[in-house]
């Protein structure tokens, strides 16, 4: 199994959802952005302090 070590819960940082690096994006928003047909560069854009294998991260996480 492939360690996602990008990915953080902490009961402490949005109410323990799961996040990208402990930096208060979830892992949701991500998502739901990725849903709603944004690019990776468009969520890039957005969070410029995320990085493109925060993303592949996150969809890892998720599948």
Known sequence: ???LDRITVNPNICLGQ???RS???TVS???KML???KSV???LQAYPELEAEDILQ???YAA
């Open 18 to 20: 799961p996040t990208i």
């Open 41 to 43: 560069a468009e969520v």
């Open 58 to 60: 996150a969809l890892k």
């Open 1 to 3: 199994m492939e360690k």
């Open 35 to 37: 849903a709603s047909n």
């Open 29 to 31: 928003v991500i998502l």
């Open 23 to 25: 930096m208060r994006i």
